[in-house]
């Protein structure tokens, strides 16, 4: 059974969930996945693939940028359909399942230290999938790799939570953190960490539109 038919039918164990996305997850399966321009016709019929019943409202939703290589442009609608929506709604449900012991986050920085990307150079300067890991586990140095005064400030403050969290299943108990992290609830108006530079930032309704859309149509590959 799949993870979202799974938790909405509460197959899922009463435990406390930090979950979350990167702004830009499926960039660099888009371009390892099309190693050409992608034309504004075969960017449609992509969309168009992913539920012919809808396509004409993806399209809609999703239109082409009109440039000559359309896999900038790409790379949202399939950050939406396979990552943050389906992840926003398996958060909500397994909420509804835990007694809302949920926290969602955002990871939206680019790295300075690009090189890491080494031959994936489409992901420089882009909060591609995985951005978040040398942050969390403060590994940039391992490999040589230097952070920035305000990266460490935002490492500093995500091994904070994390720690807190392994610790106490709350990231916002234990060691102090800078900026309260609340609970991933309707009650809480949906708001959401967003972790970057020079400061973490509380939003709410993080792609509210697009993911209503997905919602109401289904994640199934049509």
Not at 82 to 108: E, H, L, M, P, S
Not at 203 to 218: A, H, K, L, S, V
């Amino acid at each position: 059974m799949e993870p979202l038919d799974s938790v909405s039918r509460g197959y899922f164990g009463n435990k406390p969930l930090i979950i979350g996305t990167t702004t830009e997850e499926t960039r660099p399966f888009i371009f390892e996945g099309f190693r050409k321009a992608v034309s504004p016709l075969k960017y449609a019929a992509l969309l168009s693939a992913l539920n012919p019943t809808h396509a004409l409202d993806i399209l809609s939703l999703y239109p082409a940028s009109t440039d000559a290589d359309e896999r900038d442009q790409l790379q949202v609608p399939a950050t939406d359909f396979v990552f943050t929506c389906c992840t926003r709604n398996y958060t909500r449900n397994a909420g509804d399942r835990n007694g809302g012991k949920v926290w969602y986050y955002i990871y939206a920085h680019a790295f300075s230290f690009v090189e890491a990307w080494a031959n994936l150079t489409f992901c420089r300067n882009h909060v591609c999938h995985g951005s978040e890991l040398p942050f969390v586990f403060q590994s940039a140095g391992l490999y040589n790799y230097t952070m920035t005064a305000d990266e460490n400030v935002l490492s500093d403050s995500m091994i904070g939570y994390w720690s807190n969290f392994a610790k106490s299943g709350d990231p916002n108990s234990g060691q102090t953190v800078s900026v309260n992290w609340p609970e991933y609830s309707k009650e809480n108006n949906w708001t959401h960490m967003r972790f970057r530079t020079p400061a973490n930032e509380l939003e709410n309704n993080y792609r509210q539109m697009y993911c209503d859309f997905w919602d109401r149509i289904g994640y199934a590959w049509q």
